[in-house]
Structures are given as C-alpha cells and as structure tokens.
C-alpha cells in the first residue's frame, strides 16, 4: 500500500510540477512589464500551443534582460557621468540654438531620451558611400591629437576593416590615447582575430560589449541576442561619425549574395561631437575598468556658424518605448513631405498608426525598402504591413541595387533623423542603438537627394502588386507579421 502512495505520489508530481512551471512562465509573460497587450498575447499563445518548447524559447528569448550585474553596473556608470550640457552653459546661446516653434516638441521629445538638449553650432558632410566614409575617417585619425573612440556593432577583417585598425594602430604608437569597442556577437571574428591582439600590443585600448562568454551559459546572464547595435566614432572631442555604416567593405562578405550593403554615413563637426562622446563613454565604463570621465569634464568648444542637432541613444537599459516614440513624434510632425529608409520594418500598432495618419492627412509620404531581405523572416513580417499602407496612400518602394541598409528619416525638408536605430522591435526593445536628429535645410536637402537616388534603382509596390500575391505568400507573411511581437 505505501509502495503504491508512493508511486502515485511520483506520477503526480511528473505532473504537477511541469504544470506548475508552465502556469509560472506564462504568469511571468503576462505580468513582465514594458510589454505591449500585442506581445503579451503573442507569447501566451507560443506558450500555451506548445508547452515545452514554448516556455524554453520563452526563457531563452523573452525577456529583455541584458543580466543583473550588467544592468546594475550600466546605470551606476550612466548616474556618475557629468551631464553632457552643464548648467553653465544653459544661458549660452552658442550651445542653445534657435529652433523654429513647430520643431521644438521634437528635440524636447529626443531630451526626454539622454537629457541631451539640441546643440547650435555644428557642420556636417554627408559622404558619398561606403568607401568614401571609411577612407574620410581614417583621415581623421591620422590627424588626431588627442584621442580616438568608436564603437561598431559590426567590424570585419576586410580592406576598410582593416584600415581602421592600421589607422588606431598608427595613432596609438605616436601617443594619441585610442579606445576600440565591438560588440560581442556582430564582430566576433575581429575579437578572435590576430588584428584585436596586434592593436592592444600597438597600445590601442580594446574592450567588448556584451560579450558572449559560454554560449551555454550565457541564457543564465541575459538574452544572448541582445545587442550593442550603436555605430559611433569621436576623435578629438569635436568630430563624430554618425548613420548605419559598420567597420566593413559595402562588399560585406559574411552575407555577399545580398551585396553591396549600402548605407549612409554623415561626418559631423562641433558641440554634437560631446553627446556621442557621452554615449560612448558610458559603453566604455561598463565594460572596461577605466574611469575616464575627465574627458565630459573639460570645457566644450563652441562652433561657429552651424545647425542644432541632438543624440538620441537607447537601448535595454535606457527609458522604455523611446526609439518608437521618437519615430511617431517625426512621423506626427510632418505637414508636406515624410520619406524613411528602413531594411527592417515591423512596427508596432501605434507606429503602422501613425505613419498611414501622415499619408491620410495629405503628406506626401515614402517608405523604401530593400527588394532582398537578408532577414526572410523580417522581409515576410514586413510585407504584412504593405496593403494597409498602401491603402492610406503610402508610397512604398523596393530598393533592388542591393541590400539598402541606410536608415533615414526626412519631414518637410528641414529635420532629418539619421543613425543605427530599425524601425523594428529588435531596435525599439532589445539593442542599443544610436541616432542624430538635426535642424537644417542645406544637409536634409543632401539626405533627402540620397534618398532619391535609392528611389530611382527601386520599383514601386502598388495595391494591385499585393493583391495579386498567391494566398500562400499572404498566409505567410501575415503569420510571420502575427509573430512580430515575439520575433
């Protein structure tokens, strides 16, 4: 009789306790905050159809978590850096340009973001391609006095890739104080390469950022996919590289069917040059033992004649929603003319909103995107999106020249958005990203002349295209659009 408790007892606990783990992780779906009622219901339903694979692709992916330890150090070191605009400066009309009315809730909307007030005083040049950019900021380099900074997602052992490294290299051996960051996953070949240890030897500074560790292990200290996205270089304190260019040839051989990449890149000079040194300092402190928080501390250099213009950065660890945000407040703003450039498009509700209320309202509004995906779940999930923009009056564009990775917002031919940041949920929720918003005619001209350029190697995707889709291909991409929330 004891025996056979004792073997009911057993059984019911096989049961039981998987029951009980399945009710705790779906709890923990439904209570996680900082989650939409769209992603909530997306992984309760993942959950609920499939038990077991659900709750380990939900402890694998659904948080969004970088780790305690990493989260904890990330905000002391963002708490102990001096803000980027001290308040000395707060009645100095150098650094706090003049901004039309209209535009004003946008730059107090990027503020809400860093604390980073729009700076006066800044001069810009957008380069020409890829090649063109690295080449323009190797010559940087070579002419630093002081310092060099950067960070990329993404750096290959490549010709440009390695013309930065020869170039911090260079530096590095006539004194010039060099800081080198990668992210863990996007440059891993780079950190494992000879060329990582040959620049520490040379004198440059190399750190990591989230860095992979055991991969089996690592699900234990957060998201393995989350990443540090951000493309920013500072030398000297007063220039800065900023757009969605990585440290690689527009060839980029680890994906070469979908060459060339093909980005845009602006080289900006002034004040602005201090907010991406912030942001890069506060990467650098997180992961590399080295207080260099001085660098904040020294007097700013005013610019001259120039244009206002504010770094917006996010990521895990920064205020929730405010890459999204940032988007539908531009998107709310424009009156005339409202043209994106995006590879990854999958919105949220209030973002696929606001971009179909620009056109309704009467803007003329364009969207371009790249023909060829390298992501096939991302280019399904964003055609999924594609009848009800075009039935708003959406122009929607498919770039075939290769895969159009620039990512670019133009309103009304004076403000321009440029930077790292997706227009998808990885960039609103899971990477660090980094962008310029900026006040000025002459250079949004430039962009918005890039962006006709995309336009005319592109071709046009009407109401009719999308409805003579095959119910398969309409089936799927509106699955994959279903499974946006947890992709």
């Known amino acids: 009789m004891t025996h056979d408790l004792s073997k009911i007892f057993f059984y019911a606990l096989l049961v039981l306790v998987p029951a009980l783990l399945w009710l705790a992780v779906m709890a923990r779906a439904v209570l996680r905050p900082h989650r939409e009622p769209s ?23 659904g948080e969004t978590s970088i780790g305690r330890k990493r989260v904890a150090r990330a905000r002391d070191v963002l708490a102990s850096l001096p803000p980027a605009a001290p308040s000395s400066f707060q009645n100095d009309p150098r650094f706090n340009p003049a901004i039309p009315d209209r535009w004003t809730p946008l730059f107090r909307q990027g503020e809400s973001v860093n604390g980073f007030r729009p700076v006066g005083g800044n001069s810009a040049e957008l380069m020409t391609d890829s090649n063109s950019g690295i080449e323009k900021m190797v010559a940087d380099m070579d002419a630093a006095t002081d310092h060099i900074h950067l960070i990329f997602y993404i750096w290959l052992e490549d010709n440009n890739g390695l013309k930065v490294v020869e ?66 270089v500072v ?109 990854y498009y999958v919105p949220d509700e209030s973002m696929q909103g606001a971009l179909c209320a620009a056109a309704h309202r009467g803007v003329d509004t364009t969207i371009i995107f790249p023909a060829r995906n390298d992501s096939w779940q991302v280019a399904a999930a ?67 002349g890039r962006q006709q350029q995309y336009l005319v190697s592109s071709r046009p995707v009407s109401q009719a295209d999308i409805e003579d889709w095959s119910v398969f291909r309409r089936f799927w991409n509106n699955l994959l659009g279903m499974l946006g929330p947890v992709l």
């Open 167 to 232: 170039a911090l290299k260079r530096a590095a051996v006539r004194g010039v104080a060099c800081r080198a960051m990668a992210d863990g996953l996007g440059s891993r070949a780079m950190i494992r390469s000879r060329h990582w240890k040959d620049m520490s030897d040379a004198g440059v500074r190399v750190a990591v950022a989230l860095p992979i560790g055991n991969p089996l292990l690592r699900p234990f200290h957060g998201r393995i996919d989350l990443r540090n996205h951000r493309k920013i």
């Open 39 to 61: 992603s909530r219901v997306a992984w309760v339903a993942v959950i609920a159809a499939l038990p077991g694979v659900g709750m380990f692709i939900y402890l694998l992916l």
């Open 382 to 448: 964003s055609r999924s999106y594609y009848l009800e923009l075009v039935k708003a009056g959406v122009n929607i564009h498919e770039y075939v020249g290769g895969l159009l990775h620039t990512k670019t917002m133009t309103v009304d031919d004076d403000i321009t958005l440029i930077g790292s940041a997706n227009m998808d949920r990885r960039s609103f929720d899971l990477n660090y990203e980094n962008n310029i918003l900026f006040c000025d005619a002459g250079l949004t001209t430039a962009v918005r």
């Open 235 to 343: 030398i000297d304190d007063r220039i800065t590289y900023c757009g969605s260019q990585n440290c690689a040839d527009p060839e980029f051989r680890v994906k070469p069917k979908f060459a060339p990449w093909v980005d845009a890149l602006i080289r900006f000079e002034g004040p602005i040059a201090r907010q991406n040194q912030h942001i890069f300092i506060g990467d650098w402190m997180t992961y590399y033992q080295e207080d260099i928080r001085s660098i904040l501390e020294t007097p700013m250099v005013a610019g001259g004649e120039g244009f206002p213009a504010q770094v917006i950065a996010t990521g895990p660890t920064v205020r929730n929603s405010a890459m999204p945000e940032t988007f539908e407040t531009l998107m709310h703003a424009a009156r005339k003319r409202l043209v994106i450039t995006t590879p």
